[in-house]
Every structure is written in structure tokens, then in C-alpha cells.
């Protein structure tokens, strides 16, 4: 037997999760000037980072040399206040997807199982197996989650229950009140966590508030990150809103100091500048509409979206995708989603909007 072998059976039988393709990477792959390249394969802020958020993070720089506040405590203080909770809600990981596998790491085992939705975010299933847990996977219902049959799929030994909203990668939104339903109808004993990554992107007549329902269902734990529209991506920030008792077992399986003292300060001062993220909101909407009228007009099929990206169909998934690479710009195929014959671009500038469509038009009729 090898040293790999003797690593448990669920370790070994994970497949990676495979991150969007670096503007780097292409480069060298394809021979081509970083600078040409234009990458909207992550569902990032083209806007970048609030100017409040970096010059926070410069600051932040001069004191490198010590440990960050391992309890995070100004966030989480700004949090509080803008959320209406306590300090003792909060958990602050490395990215949300830091806080999911924490969930699992608290509540999970061998013995138990975690359900989450076809075509849903590829952390989930990793997430649950990563502690020997047992996967459900709950057919999607048009791309996205369909609640009475996740419901019905829950186990005497499920633990969790993993939902999107909006989801990734397909976009699809649930009203408030169906997750509040579903809320009502799960045993008190199985934790349900709500990803809301693109909260911030849904418009005003979508948006609820979940944090409020934590009074009610002890059992929801709410993940967000700063990595969509705050712009903070690279510095990995995202924290859990959870009960008292949820958080404090979350944070008990938490990696000392998970959150960085430049991440920190960053997130605060983003959190703050509401300008910026009505700006990102704004021009969101707007490269939403000049990317859906693009492949209207290509007479491409696309799913309606309530994030900051668009997933679409073009039959030969894999052979658009190399077409558009060769072109310099990068979009996130997702086969590994089981939609072959789909891709997922994200809302980019007026600017790199409008490349693509050009690449794509290109690309679909070679």
C-alpha cells in the first residue's frame, strides 16, 4: 500500500474543484499579450475594488509584520451593526468558501448525509465530501433548486442542507417566501444554509431579508462573501450569520487567524462605501441588458439571470470555449456542472462586454 492509499476512500475520490482559467495561464498557452486578454470567467467586479476598500488595505500594509486580530472584531462590529445582530452570530472565514466547509466540519461525519441541488455550486458536494459524508444531489428543477424535492430528499441522517440564491452557475433566483416555506417544513435538527455570494446583485423587488428569519429558524445559517460585488476577490473575505449557539460551533473548528489583517481591513471600508456598490449594481444591470440583447441577437439561448454572469447554450460547449481562448477571452465552461453544452459568462465593462459578443459571434459560426 502507498502512503496515498492509506488517506481515506472519500479523500481519494474527490475531484478538485477546478477554478476559472487565469489571464497568465492563457497567455502562455495561446502565445498571447496578457494586456489583450479579457477574462470574464469568475464573476468578478470590473470595477475592481472600492477606492475606500484600497486605501484601507494601504494602510493596513504597515503593520504586516503582526498577527491579524484573530477575532476579526471591527468587522464583525461593522457587520453587527449593519446586519442587526450580535457579535456572537458572526463567523468570518477565507472566502464563503471557507464558512461552507466549516459547516460541514461542524455538523457533518461518516454517519451522515448533506443534500444540495443539481447544478449548484461545486463546493457543496466537495464540502460534504470532504468529511465522509454522504451526497444527495436533488434533480434541478429549470436549472435551479427545486425545494419540495430536496425537502422530500432528506434523510433520517441528513445533517445539511446546502441552497443558492441566487444560484451558480445558472443564475436562477427563489422568491423569499419559497425559502421561508421550506424553512417551516425542515426538523429543527438539520442545518440549512442559505449562499447568498450575489445578494447584493438582486434587484429591489427580489430582495428579502433573510437575517431577520434567524430569530424564527435557528437552524438557517446565511453565507455571504466580499469576493462578488465588493471587489475583494484576490484578498479571500466571507463570513456566516448564524445563531449563537450555530456560530460558536463553527467557530470552534475555525482555522486561527482564517481572515487576514489586509482582508479585514479592506472589507470593512468596503462595507461602508455604498456609492461604489450602487455603482457596481448599476453597472451590472447595464451589461446584464447589452450582454442578453448580444445573444438575442446570435440567437442564443440563455438562462435568466439574477447574479452578475449569464450562463447560455451553444451546443459544442468545449469547441466555442477553445474558439473564444484563442481569441483572448476567457469564459468558464461548465461541463463539470453537467451542462456540456453551456457556458457562463461574467458581467464585465461596457468594454469587455462587447469584445466578447464580438469573440463569440466568431466563435458559434466557425
Not at 461541463?335 to 458559434?364: D, H, K, T
Request: proline share 5%; charged share 20%; hydrophobic share 50%.
Amino acid at each position: 500500500m502507498t502512503i496515498a492509499q492509506r488517506a481515506p476512500d472519500y479523500i481519494r475520490a474527490i475531484s478538485p474543484y477546478v477554478p476559472g482559467k487565469p489571464v497568465s495561464e492563457l497567455a502562455r498557452e495561446m502565445g498571447l499579450n496578457e494586456a489583450d486578454i479579457v477574462k470574464l470567467a469568475s464573476n468578478e467586479n470590473p470595477l475592481g475594488m472600492s477606492p475606500k476598500a484600497k486605501a484601507a488595505l494601504l494602510a493596513a500594509v504597515e503593520d504586516l509584520a503582526r498577527y491579524p486580530d484573530g477575532n476579526g472584531f471591527a468587522l464583525k462590529q461593522a457587520l453587527a451593526a449593519r446586519l442587526g445582530v450580535g457579535l456572537d452570530t458572526l463567523v468570518l472565514g477565507n472566502g464563503s468558501n471557507d464558512v461552507l466547509e466549516l459547516v460541514a466540519r461542524a455538523f457533518l461525519d461518516e454517519n451522515s448525509s448533506g443534500v444540495f441541488a443539481q447544478h449548484a455550486f461545486a463546493v457543496y458536494p466537495l464540502a460534504i465530501q470532504s468529511v465522509g459524508a454522504r451526497l444527495i444531489e436533488v434533480p434541478a428543477r429549470n436549472f435551479g433548486h427545486d425545494l419540495a424535492a430536496m425537502g422530500d430528499a432528506i434523510a433520517a441522517d441528513t445533517r445539511v442542507v446546502f441552497i443558492a440564491n441566487p444560484n451558480n452557475p445558472t443564475g436562477t433566483f427563489l422568491p423569499g417566501e419559497l425559502i421561508e416555506s421550506f424553512l417551516k417544513q425542515v426538523s429543527p435538527d438539520v442545518i440549512v444554509v442559505l449562499d447568498e455570494a450575489y445578494n447584493e446583485y438582486l434587484a429591489p423587488a427580489q430582495r428579502y431579508d433573510a437575517v431577520a428569519w434567524l430569530a424564527k429558524y435557528p437552524n438557517l445559517v446565511i453565507t455571504r462573501t466580499f469576493s462578488k460585488i465588493y471587489g475583494l476577490a484576490g484578498l479571500r473575505i466571507g463570513y456566516a450569520v448564524a445563531s449563537p449557539a450555530v456560530a460558536d460551533l463553527m467557530n470552534r473548528v475555525r482555522a486561527p487567524f482564517n481572515a487576514n489583517s489586509l482582508a479585514l481591513a479592506a472589507a470593512e471600508a468596503a462595507l461602508a462605501d455604498d456609492e461604489f456598490l450602487q455603482q457596481s449594481y448599476e453597472t451590472n444591470r447595464q451589461g446584464m441588458a447589452q450582454i442578453i440583447a448580444g445573444l438575442d441577437k446570435l440567437g442564443l439561448q440563455h438562462i435568466p439571470s439574477a447574479g452578475n454572469f449569464l450562463t447560455f447554450k451553444v451546443g459544442d460547449g468545449a469547441g466555442v470555449n477553445l474558439r473564444l481562448l484563442k481569441q483572448g477571452v476567457i469564459v468558464r465552461p461548465i461541463a463539470g456542472y453537467g451542462m456540456p453544452e453551456w457556458l457562463r459568462v461574467s458581467i464585465g465593462s461596457e468594454a469587455e462586454n462587447a469584445r466578447f459578443l464580438a469573440a463569440l459571434e466568431q466563435a458559434v459560426r466557425a
